[in-house]
Nanobody, 126 residues
Framework: QVQLVESGGGLVPAGGSLRLSCTTS????????RAWFRQAPGKEREFVSG????????SYSDSVKGRFTISRDNADDTLYLQMNSLKSEDTAVYYC???????????????????WGQGTQVTVSS
C-alpha cells in the first residue's frame, strides 16, 4: 500500500515559519509531479505549490508566492514546503500529492494527482 505521510504542521503565530515534509512509503512506483494543496474549513481544496520531477518547473499560487518555497529530494522521494511570513489566512489542512503521470509542466488541479496524504493541520494565530 502506497502512502504519503505529511509532517511538520502545528500552531504558529502570524509572521512565523513552518516546514512541512511529505515522505513516501512503499515506493513501488515512480512519482513525477508533486504538489502541496490546502483546504480551509468550508472551502474547496486549493493548489499551493507544485514541482516537476527534475525540479526545473515550479509553480506557486499568487497567495503564497514570495513566502513559500517548495523542494524535493528524489533520492528518498521526499517533498518539502518551507513556509515563511505566515498569515492567518494560511490556516488550513495541508495535503501533499503525487502523480505518476510524466509531464513537463506543473499540474495544478487535484484531479491531476493520483496519490494523496492524510493532511497536516497548520494553524496561524493572529
Amino acid at each position: 500500500q502506497v502512502q504519503l505521510v505529511e509532517s511538520g504542521g502545528g500552531l504558529v503565530p502570524a509572521g512565523g515559519s513552518l516546514r512541512l515534509s511529505c515522505t513516501t512509503s512503499a515506493r513501488t512506483f515512480t512519482t513525477y509531479g508533486r504538489a502541496w494543496f490546502r483546504q480551509a474549513p468550508g472551502k474547496e481544496r486549493e493548489f499551493v505549490s507544485g514541482i516537476t520531477r527534475t525540479g526545473k518547473r515550479i509553480s506557486y499560487s499568487d497567495s503564497v508566492k514570495g513566502r513559500f518555497t517548495i523542494s524535493r529530494d528524489n533520492a528518498d522521494d521526499t517533498l518539502y514546503l518551507q513556509m515563511n511570513s505566515l498569515k492567518s489566512e494560511d490556516t488550513a489542512v495541508y495535503y501533499c500529492a503525487a502523480s505518476t503521470q510524466l509531464r513537463t509542466y506543473v499540474m495544478t488541479q487535484p484531479s491531476d494527482y493520483d496519490h494523496w496524504g492524510q493532511g497536516t493541520q497548520v494553524t496561524v494565530s493572529s
